[in-house]
């Protein structure tokens, strides 16, 4: 199989600081990944796609300006969560795909808790 | 855009027993339909998959149905065991359209020994 990972696996930050979560393919490439936001007891709403060598595109209602999305290589796609309020806290995970391929491997996501 | 229902919200059965989950969606354009087990605090993990030109698979104790027509798709698993105990969530996406996949609202399942 595929292995995709994520760091941090949990962080805790104050409000209105900025966290950055980082998800990498390990073992292949990645064009294209996924990030989602889990709430407690909910399921994975899709946030946005990111693209490598070009913007991300986000769902509609998802702040564009909040949930900073770069996709620096192949490998790796960052979120970072500007100015974060106790309402981002949340469980982010992050998806690829192989090129051609439907099935998505999914990180062990990342547990954001603001204070 | 795509819709995905899943039913039940929560089902306990009795270890040995069989469990059964079904999921409808609402664009017939839908062409893959995965299923997630979600353990607490941990990422959802793939256990079957099917695609549109396909009606039914199965993987040892657990088995896929898609039903295009009706636009449902369910999960069935065999033999129960304790630690089939988690959340399960169908997906369904569009191959052509990005491969985004779009959720259930997952199903809490519990075996009981």
């Known amino acids: 199989g595929a292995v995709v990972s994520q760091h941090p696996s949990w962080v805790i930050c104050k409000s209105g600081t900025s966290v950055k979560i980082e998800c990498r393919s390990l073992d292949f490439q990645a064009t294209t990944m996924f990030w989602y936001r889990q709430f407690p007891k909910q399921s994975l709403m899709l946030m946005a796609t990111s693209n490598e060598g070009s913007k991300a595109t986000y769902e509609q209602g998802v702040e564009k300006d909040k949930f900073l999305i770069n996709h620096a290589s192949l490998t790796l796609s960052t979120l970072t969560v500007t100015s974060a309020h106790p309402e981002d806290s949340s469980f982010y995970i992050c998806s690829a795909p192989k090129a051609g391929d439907d099935e998505q491997y999914f990180g062990p996501g990342t547990r954001l808790t603001v204070t | 855009g795509e819709n995905v229902e899943q039913h039940p919200s929560t089902l306990s059965v009795q270890e040995g027993d069989s469990a059964v989950i079904k999921c409808t969606y609402s664009?017939?354009?839908?062409?893959?339909f995965p299923w997630y087990k979600q353990e607490l605090g941990k990422g959802p993990q793939l256990i079957i998959d099917i695609r549109s030109n396909v009606g039914e698979k199965k993987d040892q104790r657990i088995a896929v149905t898609l039903n295009k027509t009706a636009k449902h798709f369910s999960l069935h698993i065999t033999e129960t065991q304790p630690e089939d105990s988690a959340v399960y969530f169908c997906a369904a996406s569009i191959r052509e359209y990005g491969n985004k996949l779009v959720f259930g609202a997952g199903t809490i399942l519990r075996v009981k020994s």
């Open positions: 664009d017939s354009a839908s062409n893959y």
